[in-house]
């Protein structure tokens, strides 16, 4: 639960200390840019790990996290202002873009930094310090040391990841950095722990600061634009907390999930399932799932995941023709793992926190919806001469045109959202017994159904389509490339340009969510 904690005067002479002292290190770090032409991003670095040593003693020097909070949020001003109208070159300077681990200068990074400070002080202050102080000098330390070594000594980039320059040795430093500050940290404050994790014995702890380090080098390998300053705190933090709260031997369960999710990534970029991206995301997604849920949360989730990556590679010489039609490939990407599992990733994080056993509705109708979406497209493209009409005409169109809908592909969508169903119902699962086997076959079974529809509809009416006058026909995809390699942007014919495939499965994938959660409190 946010809370601002009333403000005491012993605090005020802190608060107007620190203030000064970081301003005027802004202020020097500047002159030194604009009149010493020292290098802007080196100096962000410096400056960012100060201000990580900095946050890490907050908790110490402050009564309460009035003032914390209210400082925090002066800089947030500071660097956003700065941002949009560049009054500190050393905060968004574009010198020494080369040598960064990510290519995009400065970003949002120094006004998501503060902003993830205040969100953990008004949820930790009180009763969780000792994470707050972890998971900032997670971020403060270990981040900007990736980005300087990953910048000035990194050699091996790292293919199809994301659009910036991600390479081994900065990530290699994230993770190491990392794992040796969740490690003193573990067992510094092990006098603070709750009983989750005072349980945990001094293999686990460090079993458990091997698996956050390899989260948080996830999450700053995945994370461009600065966005990693807010979701590397944020991720670390909440998997303390939801250890820390649970007394039932969650830690166990996190390590073997975290396990199992690193093998199934490794083995879907063996197959080809995943790219660099996709398995990073699968990674992260499959470990909060068995992590928090167990097996019951885990198996529908592999059932979607391994039924439709197996069926999306059957079939590949009749597929082979619409190509050119799909916005992507057979090999998923972080973006895809995000469209057709974010939804459920975040019930599953909503339901640890609340405990809701209607969660699980929500979460089974996700899945289903997005499979009943991938069954519904790779059926009716792998079907003998299928017949596929626009779902808001009904008028005759190109098998694989985004909104178009076939008896083999309906019945397919179906089909998958049934499995998913079944996959819990095996599983034993009390809340599906308790609602009944049947209801829970037609409420999962029709959900998934019907958001694919939904899909159809937007893909109809919304998103994105182009023509392609290279091969002179409509496409997903935003460019070309001619027989000499010359690429060609497609001219927008229908949609708009940020709705794209992803975006079309993500109000599947919200759909199917939110009709089984609403039609299991109503029946």
Known sequence: MLRLQVPVQQDLPMFFLLLGILVLLLLLFELLVRKFAVNGFVLRKVLHFSLGLVLFFFPVCFATNFYPVLLALIFVVINGASFYFGYFRVLHDKSGQHMQQDKEPGGYGPIVLPVAFIILSLLLWESHAWILRTSVLIVGIADPLASLVGGSLGKVHIENLTKSRKTVEGSLTMFTVSFFLLLTCLFVFKGDFNEGLSAGAWFQLMALALLLALIATAVEALVSFGFD??????????????????????????????????????????????????????????????????????????????????????????????????????????????????????????????????????????????????????????????????????????????????????????????????????????????????????????????????????????????YDPVREKVTERTQSYRSDGTVVENKLIKGYHYVNNDVVNTLCALSGCALAFFFSQSI
């Open 229 to 466: 300053n807010l979701f590397i705190p944020l991720a670390v933090s909440y998997v303390l907390y939801i250890i820390d709260m649970d007394g039932t031997g969650l830690i166990a369960r996190f390590l073997v999930g975290g396990i199992c999710a690193l093998l199934l990534a490794l083995f879907s970029i063996k197959v080809k399932f995943l790219n660099s991206s996709g398995a990073t995301a699968t990674f992260l997604l499959g470990t909060t799932i068995f992590g928090v849920g167990g097996l019951q949360w885990t198996i529908p989730l592999l059932t979607f995941y391994l039924l439709s990556s197996v069926l999306s590679k059957l079939g590949r010489n009749r597929k082979a023709r619409f190509d050119l039609v799909f916005e992507k490939g057979s090999q998923r990407d972080a973006g895809q793992v995000y469209a057709n599992g974010g939804i459920a990733w975040i019930i599953m994080i909503i339901y640890s926190l609340t405990n809701e056993p209607a969660y699980f509705f929500a979460y089974l109708g996700t899945l289903a919806a997005v499979q009943s979406d991938t069954w519904a497209t790779e059926i009716g493209t792998m079907w003998p001469n299928p017949t596929a009409r626009l779902i808001t005409t009904m008028e005759p169109v190109p098998v694989g045109t985004s909104g178009g809908v076939s008896f083999p592909g309906t019945l397919g969508a179906f089909v998958g959202a049934l499995l998913i169903c079944a996959s819990a119902v095996l599983m034993q699962v009390g809340w599906l017994l308790d609602f009944g086997i049947a209801k829970s076959f037609m409420l999962i079974g029709f959900s998934g159904l019907l958001a694919s529809l939904v899909d159809s509809f937007f893909g109809a009416t919304v998103q994105a389509q182009y």
